[in-house]
């Protein structure tokens, strides 16, 4: 078992940035994957952005490339996504989710195993 918290979510202005923090608690958190998603309104729910149990590797949705970063503290059992030069259709409920039962990182929303709550995010124009 694994739960998962989110914070960070607000109403920030077109070109702001926010950050995303996700505690994890439960299993050894180092030795699963991390990915961010998120769902807009009457929109499926998508991923955002994935990162293996090191840290090491990385992976991107294309709309967030070069604007977001995820990274992770093993120490601290928490993965964060910073977000900058938001947009307002970056808009949406973030959810983080842990992978737990496979040996490889994927952006594939049906192969992660537990979800946190989600947090709001806003951006204005």
């Known amino acids: 078992q694994v739960q998962l918290v989110e914070s960070g979510g607000g109403l920030v202005q077109a070109g702001g940035s926010l950050r995303l923090s996700c505690a994890a608690s439960?299993?050894?958190?180092?030795?699963?994957?991390m990915g961010w998603f998120r769902q807009a309104p009457g929109k499926e729910r998508e991923f955002v952005a994935a990162?293996?149990?090191?840290?090491?590797?990385?992976y991107y949705a294309d709309s967030v490339k070069g604007r977001f970063t995820i990274s992770r503290d093993n120490a601290k059992n928490t993965v964060y996504l910073q977000m900058n030069s938001l947009k307002p259709e970056d808009t949406a409920v973030y959810y983080c989710?842990?992978?737990?039962?496979?040996?490889?990182?994927?952006?594939?929303?049906?192969?992660?195993?537990?979800w946190g709550q989600g947090t709001q995010v806003t951006v204005s124009s």
């Open positions: 990162i293996n149990w090191s840290g090491g590797s990385t």
């Open positions: 989710a842990a992978e737990v039962h496979l040996v490889v990182t994927t952006i594939n929303i049906y192969e992660y195993d537990y």
């Open positions: 439960g299993r050894t958190f180092s030795s699963y994957a």
